[in-house]
């Protein structure tokens, strides 16, 4: 079964192809469209084939898929056959009002994730609309919404609710939703392959643009630090993080600005961000705070303080931990960031080997030989999760 998983943004369109047949898991080809809407969109195609690259006038979503369909059927590059072999597109949806797990996409589903828009307003519109477009051009070509927060969803009860009244956890879904659950499953399923068994105390730490950590518990979430949306829990890279709500008064009082305009800082324009003044890519602000500069490095120690937070409260959650897990673009390249993250824990079991702290192959344990809780590093692969989870949903409707 060929699986096409998409990853949208508002004017790009990244996608892998995989072939998923029993045990045998093959990405057939990779490829993105950037700069949608304008007569000069980037085209990419990655294929065992050879590679292309292109500048093409790409109206919309729907000339994207078109493009994507017609470079996987390429006589030279292309991997398939005709358009049709390709079984379902596959979404890392993020958000819907009171839905979650993986959803066939129809017009429920459109109107729940539209009705969490302003909860996930980097996400959602673009999603939705493009979803819109998909099904009206390609109305025999299945869409699956795999929710970011499905995996989260065997986190017990005490663990989602915030203290509000019931009728708004019940009635208007504000609950902890927890997100990332692509790329924390994926961590759960790899960790139980490398140690081979399935009953392990993990701490998942996704760091990234945008970052969170997870208690996982014989390969279930127990806990995850990013709640209602996707805003919350760690700072992000321009996003504020966990922040107290009784700040809006003020700040609608003596900045004069509306609420609309105060979210939209906290949205975008907050995070590590605004807090170093260095950009929100962690490498420059790294690079700034080794030349010295004040703001980069407090915002490396908000973020560093925020991580051994919610670290620290998952080690009790789960009563210890067989592994500490780092992924995503931070947690598996910045050897501050882990550093900073596990120092002074080698009272609680918890020490590295410094040389393969330093550098090594992406996946490799980090910990130092006489460590009670192993560290790694693992990238993760939200896009076969989500393939996966395509194919079981097209199997069980069948």
């Known amino acids: 079964m060929k699986i096409l998983v998409a990853n949208l943004g508002s004017t790009s369109f990244k996608y892998r192809l995989y072939d998923l047949e029993g045990e045998n898991e093959q990405m057939l080809a990779r490829g993105a469209i950037e700069r949608i809407g ?11 084939r050879g590679d292309a690259e292109s500048v093409e006038p790409i109206a919309n979503h729907g000339d994207a898929v078109q493009s994507c369909l017609d470079q996987l059927i390429d006589p030279e590059l292309g991997v398939l056959e005709e358009a049709g072999d390709v079984a379902a597109i596959g979404f890392k949806a993020v958000h819907a009002r009171n839905l979650t797990g993986v959803q066939r996409v129809n017009e429920d589903v459109l109107v729940a994730m539209e009705a969490f828009a302003d ?19 390609f109305p025999n070509l299945p869409l699956v919404a795999a929710f970011e927060t499905g995996f989260h969803r065997t986190i017990p009860e005490a663990n989602q609710r915030y203290a509000i009244p019931e009728e708004w956890t019940t009635s208007l879904g504000v609950r902890r939703w927890g997100f990332h659950g692509a790329s924390h499953r994926y961590i759960a399923g790899r960790m139980a392959q490398l140690l081979g068994r399935s009953d392990l105390k993990l701490i998942s730490c996704h760091l990234g643009g945008s970052s969170s950590l997870c208690a996982i518990r014989d390969g279930k979430s127990v806990a995850c630090s990013l709640g209602m949306s996707p805003q919350s829990g760690l700072p992000q890279n321009n996003r504020v993080g966990d922040f107290d709500l009784f700040a809006l008064p003020v700040l609608l009082r003596e900045t004069g600005k509306s609420l609309e305009e105060i979210l939209d800082i906290l949205a975008n324009q907050s995070g590590l961000e605004g807090l170093s003044g260095a950009g929100r890519d962690l490498r420059d602000i790294e690079a700034a705070a080794k030349g010295g500069d004040a703001k980069a490095s ?64 992406p996946e ?25 989870q395509t194919r079981e949903l097209l199997a069980s409707s069948s």
């Open 38 to 48: 304008s007569a000069n969109s980037k085209v990419t195609f990655q294929s065992a």
């Open 364 to 388: 490799r344990k980090v910990s130092a030989a006489g460590s009670r809780i192993e560290i790694w590093t693992v990238p993760t692969n939200e896009e076969i999760v989500v393939a996966r």
């Open 119 to 137: 909860v996930a307003p980097a996400h959602n519109p673009p999603y939705t609309k493009a979803m819109r477009m998909l099904a009206e051009r």
């Open 298 to 361: 407090l915002s490396l120690g908000v973020y560093i303080a925020a991580v051994r937070h919610y670290l620290g409260a998952y080690l009790v959650e789960l009563g210890g931990a067989d592994a500490i897990v780092f992924t995503g673009g931070i947690g598996e390249n910045s050897v501050t960031i882990r550093s900073g993250v596990c120092r002074d824990l080698d009272w609680l079991g918890v020490s590295f080997d410094p040389v393969a702290n330093a550098g090594g192959v």
